[in-house]
T-cell receptor, first 116, second 116 residues
Framework: GNSVTQMEGPVTLSEEAFLTINCTYT??????LFWYVQYPGEGLQLLLK?????DKGSNKGFEATYRKETTSFHLEKGSVQVSDSAVYFC???????????????FGQGTILTVHP | NAGVMQNPRHLVRRRGQEARLRCSPM?????VYWYRQLPEEGLKFMVY????????ESGMPKERFSAEFPKEGPSILRIQQVVRGDSAAYFC??????????????FGPGTRLTVT
């Protein structure tokens, strides 16, 4: 079945540092890939997405590129802020017609803390 | 356009009682998904519903859990005879009828269930 593996956390950075959170996946076909962010006590917010190989999703300074050859979707940001402190989840959704179509499979989440 | 609504936000039940969690999808959305987040874990898919139909319930425990999405009104996740292991955050998400390959889901704020 489908699975998503994220780098182990937590990740602690100083403001303006470069961020990378690794994400790799296992799936049949060409799933859609997502990054969601969860702030304390809140639900998940979609951060960015990519639907096919070599697509780059971007939002609020965050980027991730769909790499089919390495089955990866690493999240990057060039300069983090204190307000980026949250839990980040990588996720995939199955392709139409597949048994996993319609549901998201999540990684375990990575806690990011940014200090001033 | 209001987002996905969930209520209650916090629910406390004693062992053996029933818990009812409600979810109103975004306006125009006809697909609803339920996910469970156990402490220190990522989100796990439970069930995928469309109006009056259960599309995929592969993530639902076999006993005590049920879900519905009636023609009128919110989607309901029902947990009978709750046990302490049911304590978790339960998130609802919705997507529009023609989500296409991206299958973008919008999440509610969650219901935090505590079983005492």
């Amino acid at each position: 079945g489908n699975s998503v593996t994220q780098m182990e956390g937590p990740v602690t950075l100083s403001e303006e540092a470069f961020l990378t959170i690794n994400c790799t996946y296992t799936a049949t076909g060409y799933p859609s890939l997502f990054w969601y962010v969860q702030y304390p006590g809140e639900g998940l917010q979609l951060l960015l997405k990519a639907t096919k190989a070599d697509d780059k999703g971007s939002n609020k300074g965050f980027e991730a590129t769909y790499r089919k050859e390495t089955t990866s979707f690493h999240l990057e940001k060039g300069s983090v802020q204190v307000s980026d402190s949250a839990v980040y989840f990588c996720a995939l959704s199955g392709v139409a017609g597949g048994t996993s179509y319609g549901k998201l499979t999540f990684g375990q989440g990575t806690i990011l803390t940014v200090h001033p | 356009n209001a987002g996905v609504m969930q209520n209650p936000r916090h629910l406390v039940r004693r062992r053996g009682q029933e818990a009812r969690l409600r979810c109103s999808p975004m306006k125009g959305h006809s697909h609803v998904y339920w996910y469970r987040q156990l402490p220190e874990e990522g989100l796990k898919f439970m069930v995928y519903l469309q109006k009056e139909n259960i599309i995929d319930e592969s993530g639902m425990p076999k006993e005590r859990f049920s879900a519905e999405f009636p023609k009128e009104g919110p989607s309901i996740l029902r947990i009978q005879q709750v046990v302490r292991g049911d304590s978790a955050a339960y998130f609802c998400a919705s997507s529009p009828p023609s989500a296409g390959l991206a299958y973008e889901q919008y999440f509610g704020p969650g219901t935090r269930l505590t079983v005492t």
